[in-house]
Nanobody, 122 residues
Framework: QVQLVESGGGLVQAGGSLRLSCAASGRTFSKYVMGWFRQAPGEERVFVAAISWSGGNIYYADSVKGRFTISRDNAKNTVYLQMNSLKPEDTAVYYC???????????????WGQGTQVTVSS
């Protein structure tokens, strides 16, 4: 089992920044992939960003490219999502997820955090 705990969500004005963190614990496999997804009310969960173990492979959804940055600290088993230039449409519950394969598909992720709310006011 792998446990994921997110933190860092909150309320911010449009144009502001937030940094989300996700700490992994438990029986983590080596060289696992970490991803971030988000889900707005009444909508499906969608891919935001993913990062490989080495950090050499990173992919972003078009909607966040140039504004969000994913990174990881393997010594701390932690992945981060730096979110800049936030827009009201970024409002959602953000989830981190763990996979053994690099993917943008939510169903290829094996473990999920509980989610953290990000609200961007206009």
């Amino acid at each position: 089992q792998v446990q994921l705990v997110e933190s860092g969500g909150g309320l911010v004005q449009a144009g502001g920044s937030l940094r989300l963190s996700c700490a992994a614990s438990g029986r983590t496999f080596s060289k696992y992939v970490m991803g971030w997804f988000r889900q707005a009310p009444g909508e499906e969960r969608v891919f935001v960003a993913a990062i490989s173990w080495s950090g050499g492979n990173i992919y972003y959804a078009d909607s966040v490219k140039g504004r969000f940055t994913i990174s990881r600290d393997n010594a701390k088993n932690t992945v981060y999502l730096q979110m800049n230039s936030l827009k009201p449409e970024d409002t959602a519950v953000y989830y981190c997820a763990y996979s053994r394969n690099f993917s943008t598909r939510w169903y290829e992720y094996d473990y999920w955090g509980q989610g953290t709310q990000v609200t961007v006011s206009s």
